[in-house]
């Protein structure tokens, strides 16, 4: 493959490891904002059952502590729905990233081909160089010898 094919698709690869690593950076925010609300959910918890202990030890009717009961328990469903979604938004940080890595592992491998021909080249531009250096220096050689008579 010429070196500007392989030049061309290092930068189409730079492009997508871009893209998935935007991709990959949005999931990463939006599983911390997951996270966020289950600890708010889970703080706010904590202090309605808090508060629900202290009324309780005033004293409460049953209709009432039964209310507090359903709502706890709509609480308990709300963060358990919570962390579903923060396993889901793991996953999908997890594939992101392991596609963003892949998507740069690839560009990687390309850009030491592209190295590696690079190198390649240039030993091949010494080498002509070195051949031609040491024709110069044996046509010189003979002229010499012409010059001189032997």
Do not use: H, P
Not at 45 to 52: G, K
Not at 68 to 88: G, V
């Amino acid at each position: 493959m010429a070196l500007k094919q392989l030049q061309l698709l290092v930068q189409v690869q730079k492009d997508k490891e871009e893209k998935l690593l935007a991709n990959f950076t949005q999931a990463q925010q939006f599983l911390q904002t997951c996270n966020e609300r289950y600890q708010g959910l889970a703080d706010y918890r904590t202090d309605y059952i808090r508060q629900t202990q202290q009324r309780g030890a005033e004293g409460v009717q049953s209709r009432q502590f039964n209310q507090y009961l359903n709502f706890i328990t709509k609480l308990d469903q709300a963060l358990e729905q919570q962390n579903l979604q923060i396993q889901q938004a793991q996953r999908v940080v997890d594939m992101r990233r392991t596609a963003w890595l892949t998507m740069q592992k690839k560009r990687k491998a390309i850009e030491l081909l592209i190295d590696k021909e690079l190198a390649a080249s240039q030993q091949r531009q010494n080498k002509l160089e070195q051949k031609l250096l040491d024709e110069i220096a044996t046509q010189q050689f003979f002229r010499r010898l012409q010059q001189t008579g032997v």
